[in-house]
């Protein structure tokens, strides 16, 4: 299996009253209640962290990217991938990923993931998202062409990380006269391309159809069965018998010393929730035209006030093991169940949110790496569960096609 460190990089240093008081918090909450100091100790703790969960065993680390958002404090995932390239030696660096829509120029950014893997020697794996709605409104994209931009954007980063330049594209959204970027992966044919997702159909298929591994961030486990079986039945349609190796599952986990403790930061994961603050108006979450047809009648229901969107309360998720906290021991049995089920041989643990302390984030990332990732390989290996690296899969369905495995890294 391979195990991730995970968390969103809250930015938790803002007046709690003022977002209560303004009733949401991404997009137009005021960056005024920015606090640049509070910023740069949080940038710096996480930092520090992700290094000491290479220390610890992890495998890889899980980075994402978000806009106008105190949940998300990373607004360039590519900034903190590349300090992760140049000060960590072992870890895979997990992007999940760059929203593709609202980059203007997707040579550039093949340019920067080609410069990441070749400073990392190779240990990038280079996800790709849509993104939120909130990213298309605060991009000023337009929202009803995200999913076009999203396609033509990975078929132009692909050919430019595959196929000699100088060409010229000329496409429905980016036009370029010459791309010959002196800057390519290191890993061959191109890194490995993950794609993260939770509600959206069309994404499990596109996933499949290419031979990508998909990554279901944090749906509960009786939705894992029908994502598998849309995304096997895809891939049977175009040739391909998926396996674990094409699977991943996004857990929230919170560890500690004792239950207690374990239990009291956890409750921090209703943060991002809108407990406290840390909400999104669904509106702006899924602006008209970003999602498909099958969205549009609960969407519509939900304007008009016949559907309601609400979480359930705390104790409701931990019973449903949508997160899990406690001890070593006590999550290694959780998530012997959620591995048990799911079968994924990517698994992400997302370990804290909100206003956990910097102390207890170091601890809980020790007791993941030292005490329940190895109990989790062991439990993975008697299942089969080979993670894309250990069956040196092939990186999409292109190269399977092709009869080719993934050429070695330094």
């Not at 949940?71 to 929203?99: D, E, H, W, Y």
């Not at 061959?188 to 031979?211: D, F, L, N, Y």
């Not at 190269?399 to 993934?406: A, F, I, S, V």
Request: with cysteine.
């Amino acid at each position: 299996m391979h195990l991730m460190y995970f968390t969103e990089q809250p930015m938790s240093a803002y007046p709690q009253e003022e977002g209560e008081k303004f009733g949401y918090t991404a997009l137009l909450f005021p960056n005024k209640f920015f606090d640049p100091q509070a910023a740069s100790r949080l940038y710096n703790e996480r930092l520090e962290e992700y290094l000491y969960a290479e220390e610890c065993g992890v495998d890889g680390i899980m980075l994402n990217e978000h806009h106008n958002a105190p949940f998300c404090m990373q607004a360039k995932v590519n900034v903190f991938a590349s300090i992760l390239a140049g000060m960590t030696k072992r870890v895979k660096i997990v992007l999940l990923g760059n929203p593709l829509p609202i980059s203007d120029n997707p040579v550039r950014l093949a340019e920067e993931l080609a410069m990441i893997d070749l400073i990392s020697k190779g240990r990038l794996v280079s996800g790709f998202v849509r993104g939120g709605g909130v990213e298309s409104l605060a991009a000023n994209a337009n929202p009803a062409f995200n999913r076009e931009r999203f396609n033509e954007a990975h078929d132009l980063i692909v050919k430019t990380w595959t196929q000699p330049g100088p060409f010229r594209w000329e496409g429905d959204h980016y036009q370029l006269r010459v791309v010959n970027p002196w800057a390519l992966p290191l890993q061959q044919p191109h890194p490995r391309v993950w794609i993260p997702g939770v509600v959206s159909r069309e994404t499990i298929v596109w996933a499949a159809e290419h031979g990508y591994p998909y990554i279901i961030l944090n749906a509960p486990i009786q939705e894992c069965q029908k994502i598998w079986q849309l995304y096997d039945e895809t891939a049977a349609g175009v040739g391909f018998t998926a396996g674990p190796e094409h699977r991943g599952y996004l857990i929230r986990c919170h560890v500690a010393e004792t239950e207690e403790k374990a239990i009291e930061n956890a409750k921090q994961f209703m943060w991002m929730q809108g407990e406290f603050t840390g909400l999104t108006h669904p509106l702006w979450a899924s602006p008209a035209g970003y999602l498909g047809e099958w969205a549009r009648k609960p969407l519509a229901e939900f304007r008009v006030g016949r559907r309601k969107q609400s979480m359930p309360p705390f104790e409701k998720q931990l019973a449903a093991m949508s997160l899990i906290a406690g001890t070593p021991k006590q999550v290694i049995e959780k998530l012997r169940v959620i591995v048990e089920e799911t079968r994924p041989s990517i698994l992400a643990l997302w370990g804290n949110d909100g206003n956990v302390s910097h102390l207890d984030s170091m601890s809980c990332i020790r007791l993941l790496g030292q005490e329940v990732m190895p109990a989790i390989r062991e439990i993975g290996d008697k299942l089969g569960l080979k993670s894309p690296f250990e069956a040196n899969a092939p990186v999409s369905l292109a190269q399977m096609q092709k009869g080719e495995t993934m050429a070695a890294a330094l």
